[in-house]
């Protein structure tokens, strides 16, 4: 059976996303990196996610990668430990060039959400769910 989910998406600049990432709190695995790829690790115990250059992801993925300007490929979506972690994560996205679609908001009456597109137009999706306001 499968072990562990891995998605990878295709960057510009290698560097760049690393730091964009780091800044939200993210971790790398530098035993899992290449000139070409970034082994990042997502909540814990963590879904790796893993950033290849658009050259590498292409070779990987066996066609071209998406064009995020013009359409979604895939939205991430990730919880919150409170409110406040989904306002900093909007802002620290905001402050590193990424763009928040999506303010930070209440949703249903418990759920309380943000969205940004990171430097490379990639969507993601934060979420703090008060499961004591979840209606019945």
């Known amino acids: 059976m499968t072990k562990q989910l891995w998605l990878n998406l295709p960057v510009k600049d290698l560097a760049a996303a690393?730091?964009?990432?780091?800044?939200?709190?993210?971790?790398f695995d530098s035993r899992r990196e290449s000139?070409?790829?970034?082994?990042?690790?997502?909540?814990?115990p963590g879904t790796i996610v893993m950033l290849f250059?658009?050259?590498?992801?292409?070779?990987?993925?066996?066609?071209?990668?998406?064009?995020?300007?013009a359409g979604?490929?895939?939205?991430?979506?990730?919880?919150?430990?409170s409110r406040e972690e989904v306002?900093?994560?909007?802002?620290?996205?905001?402050?590193g060039g990424g763009v928040v679609f999506g303010a930070p908001t209440e949703i249903m009456g418990w759920m309380y959400?943000?969205?940004?597109?990171?430097?490379?137009?990639?969507?993601?999706?934060?979420?703090?769910?008060?499961?004591s306001r979840m209606p019945g």
């Open 18 to 27: 690393k730091d964009f990432y780091t800044k939200l709190g993210f971790t």
């Open 35 to 44: 000139p070409q790829s970034a082994s990042m690790r997502v909540g814990n």
């Open 53 to 69: 250059t658009e050259e590498a992801f292409q070779q990987v993925a066996g066609q071209a990668a998406a064009d995020t300007r």
């Open 72 to 81: 979604t490929e895939v939205l991430i979506s990730i919880d919150a430990e």
């Open 87 to 95: 306002d900093n994560l909007a802002r620290i996205a905001a402050e």
């Open 113 to 131: 959400a943000c969205g940004f597109t990171d430097l490379e137009g990639h969507r993601w999706n934060v979420l703090f769910m008060d499961e």
